[in-house]
């Protein structure tokens, strides 16, 4: 086989994977190792490098029927210029030019874009938003964060900016978060907030409650105030969610993440909350869990290296 195919890369504060898509979004090869970024951004560029090389080895095409890369990265970042500088998510990775060495190895155009919007992408593409005009895609796991998809293209703020859907605020007299005000939607229903609610509703137990899985498990086997740390978290997500159906009116809301692998749980009061909302069509607006998983932020960095222009 000798098709065109493109890199996908997803790059996340604990791993990276890569894989080698087809312009139809068929995976041919993928491969992953840790991040490791306090090794420090050229040893971690050095091994971005190795595992394409090994993916493409993998793919059984050749070298000239790669067209271009994609790479969806925790920001901050500037995707015009191709600069990570994360050193919340990336220790070390501040101000570096990721595209530069990629594109000279691998000799083909590529674009970096923020992990939310490579994810967003990935899901319009082939997953629960496919097909749809206007798409709002959260992303609920130790953070919050979210994108914004119009007409397939990312919906970019003031200067490129990311749109930051996680802080915006749903209690004033909830706990401070670092983007400088209390109660945002992070700091109420992101893994990080359920852990650290469960932790001090249940301090006998804080050792074992070091994530939301283990709080979501909890709530699973019946234990009360487990329940009751996320039956919170589920009324603080409807309310993040009513607010984004008001001001984008998306065709779609697509819920991923590692907390919303627990969508059930969290389903029914972001249905009671949202069936109340007077102003916006709720009838032709849908909430749905997304679809590809892990594959999203791969299969969206795919989809964003397809969409450049090459030879």
């Not at 920001?75 to 595209?99: F, R, S």
């Not at 749903?170 to 990080?192: H, Q, T």
């Not at 109340?276 to 590809?292: E, F, W």
Request: net charge negative; with cysteine; glycine share 12%.
């Amino acid at each position: 086989m000798d098709g065109p195919f493109v890199l996908g890369v997803d790059i996340g504060g604990s791993k990276v994977a890569i894989a080698a898509v087809t312009p139809d979004g068929q995976i041919l090869a993928r491969a992953s190792m840790p991040t490791q970024a306090e090794r420090g951004f050229d040893d971690g560029v050095h091994r971005i490098l190795s595992l394409a090389d090994q993916v493409m080895a993998q793919a059984q095409r050749p070298r000239r029927a790669l067209q271009a890369i994609g790479v969806g990265c925790p920001g901050p970042l500037d995707p015009a210029q191709g600069i990570i500088d994360n050193p919340y998510t990336l220790p070390t990775w501040e101000k570096v030019d990721i595209l530069q060495p990629l594109r000279s190895h691998l000799g083909v155009p590529a674009a970096l874009e923020n992990d939310a919007d490579a994810a967003a992408m990935g899901e319009n593409w082939l997953g629960t938003g496919q097909g749809a005009r206007s798409v709002v895609m959260v992303t609920v796991g130790t953070g919050i964060g979210g994108a914004w998809i119009i007409d397939g293209q990312i919906y970019r703020g003031a200067g490129g900016a990311h749109p930051e859907m996680g802080h915006q605020c749903i209690d004033p007299s909830g706990p401070p978060c670092y983007c400088g005000i209390r109660g945002c939607w992070e700091s109420l229903a992101s893994g990080s907030a359920i852990a650290a609610s469960a932790r001090e509703q249940m301090p006998d137990r804080a050792l074992e409650l070091s994530g939301a899985a283990a709080v979501i498990a909890l709530a699973r086997a019946g234990h009360p105030a487990a329940q009751e740390v996320i039956a919170r978290a589920a009324q603080a997500m409807a309310l993040g969610i009513f607010t984004l159906v008001n001001l984008y009116v998306p065709d779609v809301v697509v819920l991923g993440g590692g907390v919303m692998d627990a969508y059930d749980l969290f389903e029914p009061a972001i249905r009671h909350v949202i069936e109340r909302d007077t102003m916006a069509p709720t009838d032709r607006i849908a909430i749905r869990k997304a679809s590809l998983g892990n594959d999203a932020g791969i299969l969206g960095a795919a989809r964003i290296a397809l969409s450049l222009p090459h030879h």
